[in-house]
């Protein structure tokens, strides 16, 4: 078995912020949390089970020990619910999606999404994967010359296809780039850390954020809450899509569907948040095989021996470098780098008393980076999720969290990858163009910033 990082030169380090040396003063960490909340992390925060990292009008613990993270988002879910600091940038877009909501509205939408999301499903999805992969791949054909391309935008472009086509198939085709657009500034817009929520103030504080990103807003929602009210009106098409599926759902306790107010939340989250982090995490994939070409030609290697096929689920399972890769690339660059909860009863974790309304922030960015867990953490080591590879403990590997709140869209997403991957990699050639400018920028999803490679036909 090849060790990439050994044979890799010692001193390449896929990008991440150095942790700082002591924990920097109150003005200082509000700004770095703002700018990039990654790098406001002192070495403490790496090593220690867990730490108070804010005391405002309420106590902010990070908490990083695996059975402490298993406690709050498995055996104790019931007594936490979503922060603030998420609520405050998701609840104006998404209501009651899945992301967001809480209570029966919450378990009643997933009992209804969940049989949409079986891996029987999805692999029924497979084809319209393949059809946008391959689009993109003409695209790059027919460009006139060889100038780098913005890989997370082109990557963006991609899964937001795949995941409208899938949810609206062709509902959206006047609207697809407006609707993308719009998302895209609210998005960025409300992305970075809400300070407010830091300090403690209360929600009717006003945010000039917030204020900004009401015009996308109403472009984005506007037009999925049209499009569902129109689907509603006509209950005798065949159900050609997602969105169908979900209307015509029964929840199977109640009997009921989801009310049209609660589709549109939730056909809004899958296309929000089923594309950003999926298209994020294939820009990563890109740039650390093009540091590390043992691991690239190996991948390559095995992606071709499907022959041009579309992998099905059993062919996915053989994949099992690819699948390495992608979980060693989710590992170093977590498509959320923070999952936040506020307890909504009193719970102690580690020895340490967690009071109701103490907000507790679960870091995957640096759980996966915690040398407690992780042998030579800072490296890209794919053979750590091989067959044969020591065991990880359940709460170190969070790419999609863990327990009844864990993305619905999982499996979705690594078929998706792994798709796409199959239908790029043969052919064409990623070089990087400026590897030192690259650099994770954590906003609600973990971006790459500077990301620019040149692509060329193999």
């Known amino acids: 078995m090849t060790d990439f990082a050994m044979d890799a030169p010692a001193f390449i380090r896929p990008a991440a912020p150095w942790p ?78 899945l992301l967001t909501a809480e209570g029966d509205e919450w378990r009643s939408a997933r009992r209804v999404a969940a049989p949409l999301f079986s891996p029987r ?29 913005d890989l997370s935008a082109e990557f963006q472009r991609l899964t937001y296809e795949i995941v409208s086509r899938t949810v609206f198939s062709g509902a959206l085709d006047e609207d697809r780039v407006r609707i993308h657009a719009s998302m895209a500034i609210y998005f960025d817009t409300l992305g970075r850390i809400d300070v ?4 403690g103030l209360p929600k009717w504080w006003p ?48 009997g009921r569907t989801l009310p049209t107010h609660a589709v549109a939340d939730n056909v809004l989250t899958f296309l929000s948040a089923g594309h950003e982090t999926t298209g994020n995490a294939l820009a990563w994939i890109l740039y650390l095989l093009a540091l590390f070409p043992e691991a690239e030609a190996r991948i390559r ?26 979980n060693e690339a989710m ?75 864990i993305c619905i869209g999982q499996g979705f997403a690594l078929q998706e990858i792994l798709i796409v991957l199959a239908r790029i990699l043969p052919a064409f050639r990623f070089t ?8 994770p920028q954590a906003r609600i999803t973990l971006q790459p910033a500077g990301l620019w490679m040149t692509v060329r036909p193999t």
């Open 196 to 199: 407010a929520s830091v300090l």
């Open 331 to 405: 590992r170093l660059y977590p498509p959320a780098p923070f999952i936040g909860r506020e307890a909504l009863e009193a719970d102690e974790l580690s020895g340490q008393r967690i009071a109701r309304g103490d907000e507790v922030v679960i870091s995957p960015w640096i759980v996966h980076r915690r040398r407690a867990l992780w042998d030579e953490p800072d490296q890209f080591r794919p053979e750590r999720f091989l067959p044969g590879a020591p065991e990880i403990p359940r709460g170190a590997f969070i790419p999609f969290g863990l327990g009844p709140r």
């Open 301 to 326: 290697e095995e992606l071709e021996g499907l022959s041009g096929a579309t992998p099905d689920r059993e062919a996915i399972e053989r994949l099992t470098f690819s699948r390495a890769v992608v």
């Open 207 to 254: 945010s000039l954020s917030a204020v900004r990103a009401r015009p996308s807003l109403r472009v984005f929602r506007g037009v999925v809450d049209r499009v569902v009210r129109e689907r509603s009106a006509a209950p005798g098409r065949e159900a050609a899509d997602l969105l169908d599926r979900l209307m015509r759902a029964p929840d199977p306790v109640t």
């Open 20 to 97: 700082r040396r002591r924990t920097p003063s109150l003005l200082t960490a509000l700004r770095l949390l703002r700018d990039n909340p990654i790098t406001a992390f002192a070495a403490v925060a790496y090593d220690a089970p867990s730490l108070e990292i804010g005391r405002g009008r309420k106590r902010v613990t990070l908490v990083n020990d695996p059975a402490d993270i298993e406690q709050v988002l498995v055996r104790n879910a019931e007594r936490y619910a979503k922060s603030d600091q998420q609520q405050r940038r998701l609840k104006p877009a998404l209501k009651d999606g």
């Open 432 to 439: 990087l163009a400026a590897p030192e400018k690259v650099f």
């Open 121 to 149: 499903a999805i692999a029924a999805l497979s084809s319209d994967m393949r059809f946008a992969a391959d689009a993109m791949a003409r695209r790059w054909l027919e460009r006139a010359d060889d100038t780098p391309l």
